[in-house]
């Protein structure tokens, strides 16, 4: 049984593809670009994604800002379009404001600074990242299922959007 007390992916809906719409997507940096690769990696090998009133199944999933608003394009595993939601990112500007913050001086530190000034940033970090993640699960509340996992990798991917390098 995994941390979350979801046991692998049976029984629930979950992504099998997402894509970043390109056009979103700014030039970034090396770390940026890491990120993102890792957090969709992530995001296909284990998640629970279930857009609420559709049959459970398997999803693509686009994801992309328009008009400074964040948008799931969902469909299912022939493309067929199941869903879209737009939500806002007014609720995300501070949070985002703040990882990036925090980012950029933990990436600094990790090429200088001591092993406990790096850990001290980067439970900083992760409570952002957390904090992120769980004003997400609250947006998508009533549209998409997803657990804190997924949450966490969506949120990542919220911000590589976000990223304006």
């Given at each position: ?157 919220l911000c590589v959007l976000h990223w304006k390098g």
């Amino acid at each position: 049984m995994k941390a979350n007390g979801m046991v692998g992916n049976e029984g629930h809906g979950r992504l099998i593809d997402v894509v970043l719409d390109e056009t979103s997507i700014a030039p970034s940096t090396p770390d940026i670009e890491h990120e993102r690769r890792v957090a969709i990696y992530d995001l296909i090998e284990e998640n629970r994604f279930e857009p609420v009133g559709k049959p459970q199944g398997t999803f693509k999933l686009k994801l992309s800002i328009v008009d400074r608003k964040l948008v799931f394009d969902i469909s299912d595993a022939d493309g067929e379009p199941v869903v879209t939601h737009i939500l806002s990112l007014t609720p995300f500007r501070r949070v985002v404001k703040d990882y990036f913050l925090i980012c950029d001086s933990y990436y600094q530190a990790i090429r200088t600074a001591s092993p406990s000034k790096i850990e001290a940033i980067d439970m900083g970090r992760r409570g952002l990242h957390n904090e992120g993640s769980r004003l997400l699960m609250e947006r998508l509340e009533g549209k998409i299922r997803i657990d804190l996992d997924t949450a966490r990798r969506l949120f990542t991917l919220l911000c590589v959007l976000h990223w304006k390098g």
